[in-house]
């Protein structure tokens, strides 16, 4: 079996730096820059948060919530089916006995990490209780430190539907 050797084209070393490609596309940035500076009227910007944006729709999945039953109690049984459908393996559950007579169990610890959430929607979709929504209109989350970003139990089941979002 022999075999077969490939000449390959030598590059310049002008090629090899790409610098014809960066040229190409610096001059393409400045005519964008340049004609954007001459009319400023065609710019669309939104100052923001002070504005909020206005194409959001019904469909739109924000930050989670829990949904409690009209006895204020938790809905969630904590069956694990939400963090066994999670691509993104951002929740965890604890589970405890429940005593109220309800249901078998409920949450004793409910936490999403919003920085490892790709928001797809498959913990709603697979709750078979309805105890988990992504309907609160709450698009952006802040925080200083990545603790920040796990919310719990308790802001899940305090966190509720945006005003503003139930108006569009």
């Known amino acids: 079996m022999g075999i077969k050797r490939i000449k390959r084209d030598q ?7 790409y610098l014809p490609a960066i040229a190409t596309g610096m001059i393409t940035t400045f005519k964008h820059f340049f004609k954007n ?18 194409d959001i729709t019904d469909k739109y999945r924000g930050v ?24 993104a393996d951002c929740i965890d559950i ?3 006995e429940r005593t109220d007579g309800q249901d078998e169990k409920m949450p ?3 936490s999403i990490d919003l ?8 913990c709603v979709e697979a709750c078979p209780c309805d105890a988990i929504r992504m309907d609160t209109g709450i698009f952006s989350f802040i925080g200083d430190k990545r ?9 899940l089941l305090n ?3 945006s005003k503003d979002f139930d108006d569009k």
């Open 94 to 96: 604890e589970a405890i």
């Open 115 to 122: 920085l490892e959430c790709i928001y797809c929607g498959y």
């Open 37 to 54: 500076l001459k009319n400023t009227s065609n710019i669309k910007t939104l100052q923001y948060p002070e504005e909020q944006p206005t």
């Open 147 to 155: 603790e920040d970003f796990i919310v719990d139990k308790d802001y």
């Open 64 to 87: 989670h919530r829990l949904t409690k039953r009209e006895d204020e109690s938790i809905k969630c049984v904590a069956c694990y089916m939400c963090s066994t459908a999670c691509p």
């Open 11 to 17: 590059h310049s070393i002008k090629d090899k730096l």
């Open 108 to 110: 004793k610890k409910f």
């Open 159 to 161: 966190n509720i539907r």
